[in-house]
């Protein structure tokens, strides 16, 4: 069994910041890219980050410059540092991962989401 769960949502004002963590655990060989994606009401699901084992990162354009996303492979974790908030950043966040499980194949998890709320 795998579990990715995530961490670090809540409510902040607009120009504030935030951290999300979000950890894998299981039967877990090794772990290809770990991504970000937000959902607001109404909308469709859409990419944030991700990054890949290597460390290469790609960025939604809406939040370049203010989102960092990294990782520690020890840690099978991955967080998601966002600054300077804007209420448009208001949406449930979350975390997917490309597993690797013992039988070499590669399986996408999704972790529950977390809510970030940004008020202005």
């Known amino acids: 069994q795998v579990q990715v769960v995530e961490s670090g949502g809540g409510l902040v004002q607009a120009g504030g910041s935030l951290r999300l963590s979000c950890a894998a655990s299981?039967?877990?060989?090794?772990?290809?890219?770990m991504g970000w994606y937000r959902q607001a009401p109404g909308k469709q699901r859409e990419l944030v980050a991700h990054?890949?084992?290597?460390?290469?990162?790609n960025y939604a354009d809406s939040v370049k410059g203010r989102f960092t996303i990294s990782r520690d492979n020890a840690k099978n974790t991955v967080y998601l540092q966002m600054n300077s908030l804007k209420p448009e950043d208001t949406a449930v966040y979350y975390c997917?991962?490309?597993?690797?499980?013992?039988?070499?194949?590669?399986?996408?998890?999704w972790g529950q989401g977390t809510q970030v709320t940004v008020s202005s």
């Open positions: 997917n991962a490309i597993i690797v499980r013992d039988s070499g194949y590669k399986y996408l998890y």
């Open positions: 299981g039967s877990i060989y090794s772990i290809d890219t």
């Open positions: 990054i890949t084992s290597g460390g290469s990162t």
